[in-house]
T-cell receptor, first 116, second 110 residues
């Protein structure tokens, strides 16, 4: 079945360590996104990518990095520079928005990161 | 992207219609209204979207006012499984950057 796979589902990290969250999609979507969600809050955009080898910062990119070497993959690295990394991280994908009426985001199940 | 305003929470009795309001008074002419919902600890799910006409699908109905400054998502017969956070979003038809607000937490009660 087509969809988005995020891994790991739960992750624990010590302060000062970098950690990489995986996001893979087999929907043949051009665009991919990373969001962060804190308890009781909405989603905040970290990074997004319209096409392979290109990505843009969202609203809260500091302390995070991404790569887009393949169309189906968009990993997110939470670096030690991120002050409060404990959160729920959601990856999404969509068709390219330009000129399209409907641009539906498809989300993965999320990765819950806890910094000890 | 236009900003949206939603009540933080609402209650609804099971089997009754749930009417979730959204204010988007600064919406521009090329921006669509989208609704998503998020069940606890899962990724958000698309529900419906519209530009200026009312829309209906198997999940819900979307009513957009004539001046497009507000809209209402209607779940015609709410069930306990509809308990979730509902997000109202506006975005350009050609754009792809989607900004989520805090949403409305809907509690459906038996």
């Amino acid at each position: 079945d087509g969809g988005i796979t995020q891994s790991p589902k739960y992750l624990f990290r010590k302060e000062g360590q970098n950690v990489t969250l995986s996001c893979e999609q087999n929907l043949n979507h051009d665009a991919m996104y990373w969001y962060r969600q804190d308890p009781g809050q909405g989603l905040r955009l970290i990074y997004y990518s319209q096409i392979v080898n290109d990505f843009q910062k969202g609203d809260i990119a500091e302390g995070y990095s991404v790569s887009r070497e393949k169309k189906e993959s968009f990993p997110l690295t939470v670096t030690s520079a991120q002050k409060n990394p404990t959160a729920f991280y959601l990856c999404a994908s969509s068709i390219w928005g330009q000129g399209k009426r409907k641009v539906e985001l498809f989300f993965g199940e999320g990765s819950r990161l806890t910094v000890l | 992207d236009a900003k949206t305003t939603q009540p933080p929470s609402m209650d609804c009795a099971e089997g009754r219609a749930a009417n979730l309001p959204c204010n988007h008074s600064t919406i521009s002419g090329n921006e669509y209204v989208y609704w998503y919902r998020q069940i606890h600890s899962q990724g958000p799910q698309y529900i419906i979207h519209g530009l200026k006409n009312n829309e209906t699908n198997e999940m819900a109905s979307l009513i957009i006012t004539e001046d497009r400054k507000s809209s209402t998502l209607i779940l015609p017969h709410a069930t306990l499984r509809d308990t979730a956070v509902y997000y109202c979003i506006v975005r350009p038809g050609g754009g792809f950057k989607t900004i989520f607000g805090a949403g409305t937490r809907l509690f459906v009660k038996a």
